[in-house]
């Protein structure tokens, strides 16, 4: 697939800008705080209707006004679409794909495919649960839109088991209230805990063989995905495999186990949300293992499985988005990365000097300046 424009109105610090684009690889190069990621963080929006550093669409409108707009134009193998996503300061965000409005916003998803990889991913080998859990979702999110609403589910549950455990008995939560909301905790985690496992069973090999090719030697990545329940028997066997009912008992056993912990805490302590995923290099946790360039390494094995996996699933390459990273690899592991994007996926790529590229990658690119919410061409 491939984005052809991009035009921001009253979106962050950007008043009205057109962008096309006009080679496979785009730099974006200014100083701190001009509206680089911006740009990304616009097409993002576009492919998963969530932003990564914001949950408020009153954020993301230019400051003082109530109305922000994102349009692109993108080619798919199917023919070209063009893509608007209406945000306000007050109020609902509006999709249309074609000018036509779309109601239900699980249907926009999807249609513009994204990878990105920005230097917070770098950590997260490292980093908490919840930045695995996300990346995991986020993935998901691209390669089966319907996850989306699994997720919501799950989350809604979760906040009114939450409420519920956090008025307690004594301000009126009987057991068999209760006892409702964990049945639904039950089913909706055990179709979030299926699919992640699922997800991890595919990226696996490809990570694998990603990584042992950047890091040139014959250690064996292994990703396991990590739930806080046990499994129904002693029966080695991937989550995924498990039928729906015996996941979901798993998680009703374990939660009638924390029953004492969760009402004094007034939070639900089990279920997908405190799950986690871990890397083993060679049987060793990744997370204690080695250089923080070993878990670069991980890393960018992990997005070019990921774009792999997606372009794979879909049937076209998606975008890369590279966001502040590039200067932060090794120029071994940027000529990996970069070989390995070639000219199949189209990148753009953000950074604040030009001095860190290949001489003829710089040639390949279409290159632009971003100053104080403007895009011009750079020379
Ligand atoms: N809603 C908004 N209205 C107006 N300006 C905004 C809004 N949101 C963010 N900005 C401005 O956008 C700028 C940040 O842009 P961005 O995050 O794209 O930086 P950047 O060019 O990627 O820089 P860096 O290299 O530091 O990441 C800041 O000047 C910020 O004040």
Do not use: C
């Not at 193998?77 to 063009?82: E, I, Q, R």
């Not at 690899?329 to 860190?356: K, M, V, W, Y």
């Amino acid at each position: 697939m491939y984005l052809k424009t991009l035009h921001l109105r009253q979106f962050r610090n950007y008043e009205a800008q057109d962008v096309a684009f006009d080679a496979p690889k785009t730099i974006l190069v200014g100083n701190n705080a001009q509206g680089k990621s911006n740009l990304l963080e616009a097409v993002e929006l576009l492919s998963t209707l969530k932003s990564h550093r914001v949950n408020r669409d009153r954020d993301l409108v230019l400051d003082n006004h109530a109305i922000a707009q994102i349009t692109a134009t993108l080619e798919r193998d199917s023919g070209t679409l063009d893509l608007a996503l209406t945000l306000r300061s007050q109020g609902r965000r509006t999709v249309a794909i074609n000018g036509q409005s779309v109601k239900r916003h699980l249907d926009f998803l999807s249609i513009l495919n994204v990878v990105q990889f920005s230097s917070l991913d770098l950590d997260l080998v490292r980093g908490s649960p919840a930045e695995r859990r996300h990346w995991l979702d986020r993935l998901l999110i691209q390669l089966e839109p319907v996850y989306a609403y699994m997720l919501d589910q799950y989350n809604r549950v979760l906040r009114q088991r939450n409420a519920l455990l956090k008025r307690g008995p004594m301000a009126g939560t009987t057991p068999e209230e209760l006892a409702v909301w964990d049945a639904q905790l039950a089913v909706a985690g055990a179709r979030v805990l299926r699919r992640r496992d699922r997800v991890i069973e595919r990226l696996e090999p490809l990570a694998r063989m990603w990584h042992q090719s950047i890091s040139g030697s014959r250690e064996t990545l292994n990703i396991t995905y990590q739930p806080n329940i046990e499994p129904p028997s002693k029966q080695q066997q991937r989550w995924s495999r498990w039928p729906p009912e015996q996941v979901q008992q798993a998680f009703l056993t374990k939660i009638s186990t924390r029953a004492i912990a969760e009402r004094s805490q007034g939070l639900t302590l089990v279920g997908p949300h405190r799950d986690d995923v871990i890397f083993t290099i060679n049987q060793t946790p990744a997370r204690q293992y080695g250089s923080s360039g070993q878990q670069r390494t991980l890393v960018l094995a992990l997005k070019l499985a990921e774009l792999q996996l997606i372009e794979s699933v879909i049937g076209e390459p998606p975008l890369l988005l590279l966001d502040d990273v590039l200067a932060e690899l090794d120029p071994h592991r940027q000529n990996q990365l970069l070989q390995a994007i070639s000219e199949r996926f189209q990148t753009l790529i953000t950074t604040t000097h030009l001095g860190a590229f290949d001489h003829q990658w710089l040639q390949q690119s279409q290159i632009l300046m971003v100053e104080q919410g403007k895009i011009t061409d750079f020379f």
